[in-house]
Structures are given as C-alpha cells and as structure tokens.
C-alpha cells in the first residue's frame, strides 16, 4: 500500500513553486508514495493549512515549499521565522517530519539560483531530506 505524502506550496512566485514542486517530485517514486498537493497563497498560509490538514489524515511525510524574498520593511524577517518555527512545532505536535522547503532570499538572483533544476533545486533537497527522516523510522 502506497504511503501519503503531503506537499504545500506557496504560489506567491508561481514560477520558482512551479520548479520547487517539480524537483520535489522528480525525487519521490510514485510506485511508493501517493502525493497529495495543495497551494497556497502565500509562505505564511503554509503552516496553517498543514496544521488543519494533519489532524484529520495520516501522512508519512509532509514537504512545504515557496520563497520569501527580501523587501524594505522587516516583514521578510518575521514570515521567515513565524513559517520556519511553525512547521518544526507542528511537525513535532503531529509526531510527522515536516521538511521545510521554504527559502528565505535576499534577492529574486538568489531565489533563481536556489529553484533552478539545473543548478541547487531546493525542492528536491527537501524531498531528500524528507526522505531521510521517513527511511530512518520505516527502514529500522
């Protein structure tokens, strides 16, 4: 029987969702797990959708992904760390590992080079890291 997998996802930069959702699934094998997919608006709605989500379904495994992006003002600073302190919390709440996927950039350079399949894909890392935790608790 095929484990769940849950993956949410910030459309705010559609296109770097778009590539960090491609490499996260380039890295699960479908024959093994069955993905389940939702997006959001933005990084910050990530959390909440998880934490709603998880108390109804069982899950192996769950990867958020999206991308925050430096502006002038200290929103960047809280979002990235209210998004970051969440998804550890629920993740430990749930007894689920929650791979966090989400970037946090100083500029849209940055955010290319970290979504870019080609070049460092940080949807699949956090797939692999994901995976890592699954395999530790299902392969011992």
Do not use: W
């Amino acid at each position: 029987m095929k484990k769940k997998v849950l993956i949410i996802s910030s459309s705010f930069y559609k296109n770097f969702e778009k590539q960090l959702l491609a490499g996260a699934l380039k890295k699960l094998d479908k024959k093994l797990f069955d993905v389940r997919h939702y997006s959001v608006t933005g990084a910050y709605e990530i959390p909440q959708l998880l934490n709603i989500l998880l108390k109804d379904k069982k899950y192996a495994f769950c990867i958020a992904l999206g991308c925050i992006i430096k502006g002038e003002t200290p929103h960047f600073d809280i979002i990235s760390q209210s998004v970051s302190d969440k998804l550890l919390e629920i993740s430990i709440k749930y007894n689920v590992p929650v791979s966090n996927g989400v970037l946090n950039c100083n500029t849209p350079k940055q955010a290319e080079v970290r979504c870019d399949p080609k070049l460092k894909n940080k949807g699949g890392e956090a797939t692999h890291a994901a995976l890592s935790v699954y395999n530790s608790i299902y392969k011992h």
